[in-house]
């Protein structure tokens, strides 16, 4: 069997037989990649505990016909301990790694700039003190805007006409012009909107001297847009305080 390596974090794992594991991972050359690593549910395993969600690993790996398989693991960064010792970072970071997962449609398909964005992410809360919940509404809109969902919050999203505009619908992506307004839409508050559009472009100065009630608004707005664009709803989003 051919071998490569690539750098990757893993997103999931489930159990396979008796002592196996089939790993979900968002490789930095490779995208989304399933694999089986062997033997990982014994205590002897010489590498178990590195294939772990939120785990930032170094890989080799065996191509096969319907799974690859992992021959060596090492651990660049365990952001799953830092990310499971407190309950906000953890359920932020289970959206992330879900939303990683359902946005990369294809195995094998090159994903770079959606493994980066998950690695800031997951050092973002890790490393920076940053809220999880802010760094979550970032992770979101961006990898929205890589995977072809970039909303607008400058121009109408269906006329192109320049801003301020104050009705939002995520069905329409994004802002809409008075002309363009359609039933059923937002009118978040202006300072909300400038939020949304700091929150995407990774303003973070912007973001930290905002307000509560707008980081609620828009963080409702943020959920919204996304539930729209994926086809079925997030099972982690449940959990995340919102």
């Known amino acids: ?3 490569y390596r690539d750098e990757a974090v893993v997103l999931r794992t489930q159990k396979l037989g ?3 594991r089939i790993v979900t991972l968002l490789t930095r050359g490779n995208g989304r990649v399933r694999a089986v690593a062997k033997g990982v549910r014994r205590t002897s395993s010489r590498f178990g505990s590195r294939l772990e969600p939120f785990t930032h690993v170094d890989l080799q790996l065996a191509e096969g016909r319907s799974l690859d398989v992992v021959t060596q ?3 660049l960064y365990p952001y799953g301990a830092r990310v499971g010792s407190d309950y906000e970072r953890y359920t932020a970071g289970t959206v992330m790694l879900e939303t990683a997962e359902r946005l990369v449609v294809e195995d094998k398909e090159p994903a770079l700039q ?3 964005l998950l690695v800031g992410a997951l050092r973002a ?3 920076t003190g940053r809220p999880p919940g802010q760094v979550l509404d970032s992770f979101l809109l961006r990898s929205l805007a890589v995977a072809g969902y970039a909303p607008s919050f400058d121009g109408c999203a269906r006329c192109g006409l320049e801003g301020p505009h104050r009705a939002f619908s995520p069905a329409a992506g994004g802002m809409l012009c008075s002309t363009c307004r359609v039933p059923g839409t937002a009118s978040p508050a202006r300072e909300t909107v400038l ?3 700091a929150l ?3 303003d973070w100065e912007v973001v ?3 307000e509560p009630r707008h980081r609620k608004e828009a963080t409702s707005l943020v959920a919204a847009y996304l539930s729209w664009h994926i086809e079925r709803g997030l099972k982690s989003m449940a959990h995340v305080e919102r």
């Open 195 to 197: 939020l949304l559009g």
């Open 125 to 127: 809360m890790c490393e």
């Open 1 to 3: 069997m051919a071998l």
């Open 200 to 202: 995407l472009a990774g």
């Open 73 to 75: 693991a090492e651990t």
């Open 114 to 116: 959606q493994f980066l």
């Open 208 to 210: 930290g001297t905002s």
């Open 18 to 20: 008796e002592a196996d």
